[in-house]
């Protein structure tokens, strides 16, 4: 089993930044596609952004120029750069995780086979 952590979630004011980090542990393999999700109080699970084995990414309209993820040399982490957070960025984030075949486009639906547990993050206006 694939396991997911993520981290970095807080308190920020509107226009602050927060890094987001999610680790994966377990079996895992290098070609896994990464991504991050939101759900506010009452919405329904979002997509924000994902990237795939070879650093291919893809944002949510309502968070692309503002947000940024990224992925370390073991393509095992990634992170979520957030900046210039609104308050409508309130929400759980998750990371997911899912193996695909090479050189796909991301993958921006829910369909990812491992999920974290979720971070909080909250934005104050």
């Known amino acids: 089993q694939v396991q997911l952590v993520e981290s970095g979630g807080g308190l920020v004011q509107a226009g602050g930044s927060l890094r987001l980090s999610c680790v994966a542990s377990?079996?895992?393999?290098?070609?896994?596609?990464m991504a991050w999700f939101r759900q506010a109080p009452g919405k329904e699970r979002q997509f924000v952004a994902a990237?795939?084995?070879?650093?291919?990414?893809a944002y949510a309209d309502a968070v692309k120029g503002r947000f940024t993820i990224s992925r370390g040399n073991a393509k095992k982490m990634v992170w979520l750069q957030m900046n210039n957070l609104k308050a409508e960025d309130t929400a759980v984030y998750y990371c997911?995780?899912?193996?695909?075949?090479?050189?796909?486009?991301?993958?921006?639906?829910?369909?990812?086979?491992?999920w974290g547990q979720g971070t909080q993050v909250t934005v104050s206006s």
């Open positions: 990237i795939t084995e070879i650093g291919r990414t």
């Open positions: 997911a995780a899912d193996l695909r075949a090479p050189y796909r486009q991301p993958v921006v639906s829910g369909e990812y086979d491992y």
């Open positions: 377990g079996r895992t393999f290098s070609n896994y596609h």
